[in-house]
């Protein structure tokens, strides 16, 4: 709100613990306004609140009914220049309109028909996608052609030339997260069109890309070459691994030597193979598996989430909101509200009957400026 949108100070001073309103008083107040002056006295309430207050509220999008809308959207918008991709915003009910999901985090839903390309383009904003469903489709990253399948993971740096390419017979849906929102507020947002038609070798698609084969064995890194800087130089973290390092975990704590989170609770963290750090500068990625009947401990974080109910069933608290989730729900969880899940039986692709949920955060910026803290509840 702009000073000349602000009501005269006469209000603030009528407030506790303010002066008494004087004439001279309300002079100096109109003075302050006339030279673009605001007294912190009478802010202070707002702009150093005891806790955060995050304009973002707690939010559920239905995936059954995003596919919907997404599928009409695939008929009748193509995709080209101009609009460049059919992505779908999660747009919060608290930030007045805007396409963000937290104020500091973008997430949509892409959606790619049969043949269709999405044309090649650079960005300074950091990406990923994340397939919630079908297979097929191929992200084209510097020349580089990545497989994208139900369950992978598929970090971008900012400022790498794109291009997606559907090779199969069917549509695609898939997660965008950006940290567009942050970018857009500090002023820091580039943006450039590259080739309009991607190239028939890259159009090959070949059992492992290049980044695979150079950074995809744990623990070895290549000394051909160094990664550049802003993000993971690994394009694809595919589902069978995640899936794999989630089950282990919960086989060593049925053994009784720990490996888990809390009990019934595993989590990974997808993370840089050249620094071991996260995966982008501003965007954290996780995999978090609660088995059937298992609940997590109440949690409050700075920092917001998106969370992707990738299979299972459960219920979802975040503050004073309770849903009942299931298989491609999307939620947000906004700073420093409180957060608690439970898996509830059903049937899924997990060999727990568990609750599977991919999580995206803001937290590398929130740790990087030593702003970040975490209460666990009982």
């Not at 596919?67 to 747009?91: F, K, Y």
């Not at 929102?181 to 090959?204: L, T």
């Amino acid at each position: 709100m702009s000073i000349s949108d602000s009501p005269s100070r006469l209000e603030a001073v009528s407030a506790p613990h303010q002066p008494d309103v004087t004439p001279a008083l309300d002079d100096l107040y109109r003075g302050f306004e006339q030279e673009l002056l605001i007294p912190l006295w009478t802010e202070i309430g707002d702009l150093m609140p005891v806790h955060p207050r995050s304009k973002a509220v707690p939010h559920l999008w239905s995936w059954d009914r995003l596919l919907r809308l997404a599928e009409r959207a695939g008929e009748l918008v193509p995709v080209g220049r101009g609009g460049e991709r059919r992505a779908i915003a999660l747009a919060n009910p608290g930030l007045g309109g805007r396409p963000y999901a937290t104020p500091t985090l973008w997430a949509a839903i892409q959606y790619l028909m049969p043949g269709e390309d999405a044309p090649e383009h650079r960005h300074s904003q950091h990406a990923f996608r994340f397939v919630i469903e079908g297979e097929g489709v191929w992200t084209v990253v510097g020349g580089d052609p990545v497989p994208m399948n139900r369950g992978d993971f598929l970090p971008q740096a900012g400022w790498n030339w794109h291009a997606h390419h559907n090779a199969a017979s069917t549509p695609m849906a898939w997660l965008d997260g950006l940290d567009v929102p942050f970018q857009y507020v500090v002023d820091a947002q580039f943006y450039e069109n590259g080739r309009d038609v991607i190239s028939d070798a890259e159009r090959i698609t070949p059992e492992r890309s290049r980044s695979e084969l150079l950074w995809g064995h744990p623990g070895l890194r290549p000394l051909s070459v160094a990664p550049e800087p802003g993000g993971s130089p690994l394009l694809n973290y595919k589902w069978e691994f995640t899936n794999q390092a989630l089950k282990d975990q919960l086989t060593l704590e049925k053994g009784g030597f720990g490996g888990t989170v809390e009990p019934g609770h595993a989590a990974i963290r997808y993370v840089n193979p050249a620094t071991g750090g996260d995966v982008m500068s501003t965007i954290r990625a996780e995999f978090h598996r609660v088995v059937r009947g298992a609940e997590t401990a109440p949690v409050l974080e700075t920092g917001s989430s998106v969370y992707a109910v990738f299979d299972g069933s459960g219920t979802v608290t975040v503050g004073d909101t309770t849903w009942s989730v299931t298989r491609g729900d999307l939620f947000v969880v906004p700073s420093w509200q409180e957060f608690s899940v439970r898996s509830e039986a059903g049937s899924t692709d997990s060999d727990e009957g568990a609750l599977d949920l991919f999580r995206f955060s803001d937290s590398p910026i929130f740790e990087a400026l030593h702003l970040n803290r975490t209460e666990i509840g009982g």
